[in-house]
Nanobody, 120 residues
């Protein structure tokens, strides 16, 4: 499975962006990770196969929403109330598991990343 993430860009503090991840085939668990300057890569949000179970990092709860459409093999991340601390390269990922984990080692497929920059 190949993943392609897109939708990043430059936005002002308090703004919004919507990231998309297109998969070349069927996937089960999918998630978004990010790596900010000088930071480790961490999970932002994940969504199970049917979309019934989601996980969010504490730092984005209430601001970001993950969703997917299996018929389109596409996942999205709606990011609202963006902050400068959200500046990072965002990666989409997928695994062969029905339920998701926060550990990036549990994910088998990765997209190339899309840069999100939030200016203050």
């Amino acid at each position: 499975v190949q993943l392609q993430a897109y939708g990043g860009g430059l936005v002002q503090d308090g703004g919004f962006l919507r990231l998309s991840c297109a998969a070349s085939g069927h996937t089960l668990c999918m998630g978004w990770f990010r790596q900010g300057p000088g930071k480790e890569r961490d999970m932002v949000a994940s969504i199970s196969w049917r979309g019934r179970n989601t996980l969010y990092a504490d730092s984005v709860k209430g601001r970001f929403t993950i969703s997917r459409d299996n018929a389109k093999n596409t996942m999205w991340l709606q990011m609202n109330s963006l902050k400068p601390d959200d500046t990072a390269v965002y990666y989409c990922a997928a695994s062969g598991r029905y339920y998701c984990d926060r550990d990036e080692n549990e994910y088998d497929y990765w997209g190339q990343g899309t840069l999100v920059t939030v200016s203050s």
